[in-house]
Antibody, heavy 112, light 107 residues
Framework: EVQLVESGGGLVQPGRSLKLSCAAS????????MHWIRQAPTKGLEWVAS????????YYRDSVKGRFTISRDNAKSTLYLQMDSLRSEDTATYYC?????WGQGASVTVSS | DIQMTQSPASLSASLGETISIECRAS??????LAWYQQKSGKSPQLLIY???RLQDGVPSRFSGSGSGTQYSLKISGMQPEDEGDYFC?????????FGSGTKLEIK
């Protein structure tokens, strides 16, 4: 069974950093492109970033370019999202996904 | 960026009713379209991929169709467990973009 388990969410002040992790199991992680998708409270879904199976290619939405970094460790079957210079508008539940399968989400609140 | 225009924003259906949700892309997305269902407090679940391919384990009352810029999700015979939010996602080009969602309720 495919499992994606996010961790690392929490409350953080504007301008500070947070790193999300996503532990994957039940499939060959190194064969899949991976994605971070977020959902602000009571809002729709918003794609954040993607990474190729090898990690050699990364893609970001404009509003997080230069602030967020997606990475992966295929030996550990783990996906990461380093979030720097956080803003209030980054407040959301962050999902790790293959697009076929999604994690349960990690809540990130940016507030002073 | 490819804009995904989803309609309707909300829908109320009776048990057994057939309903459709539409997504229109701002350019050709070559059937790179998926449909998701999200129930309250839960993560999205994939229903349809590649515009018309039913994900394993999804009831056959769900179907997808379309090509080019126009796509639709049909539920043939609304069931109580179908209540929730539905989103389309285009995977043709980065940035990936979602429709704004349809809230489906039982009448």
């Amino acid at each position: 069974e495919v499992q994606l388990v996010e961790s690392g969410g929490g409350l953080v002040q504007p301008g500070r950093s947070l790193k999300l992790s996503c532990a994957a199991s039940g499939f060959t992680f190194s064969n899949y492109g991976m994605h971070w998708i977020r959902q602000a409270p009571t809002k729709g879904l918003e794609w954040v970033a993607s990474i190729s199976p090898s990690g050699g290619s990364t893609y970001y939405r404009d509003s997080v370019k230069g602030r967020f970094t997606i990475s992966r460790d295929n030996a550990k079957s783990t996906l990461y999202l380093q979030m720097d210079s956080l803003r209030s508008e980054d407040t959301a539940t962050y999902y790790c996904a293959t697009l076929d399968a999604w994690g349960q989400g990690a809540s990130v609140t940016v507030s002073s | 960026d490819i804009q995904m225009t989803q309609s309707p924003a909300s829908l109320s259906a009776s048990l057994g009713e057939t309903i459709s949700i539409e997504c229109r892309a701002s350019e050709d997305i070559y059937s790179n379209l998926a449909w998701y269902q999200q129930k309250s407090g839960k993560s999205p679940q994939l229903l349809i991929y590649a515009a018309n391919r039913l994900q394993d384990g999804v009831p056959s009352r769900f179907s997808g169709s379309g090509s080019g810029t126009q796509y639709s999700l049909k539920i043939s015979g609304m069931q109580p467990e179908d209540e929730g939010d539905y989103f389309c996602l285009q995977g043709s080009k980065f940035p990936l973009t979602f429709g704004s969602g349809t809230k489906l309720e039982i009448k």
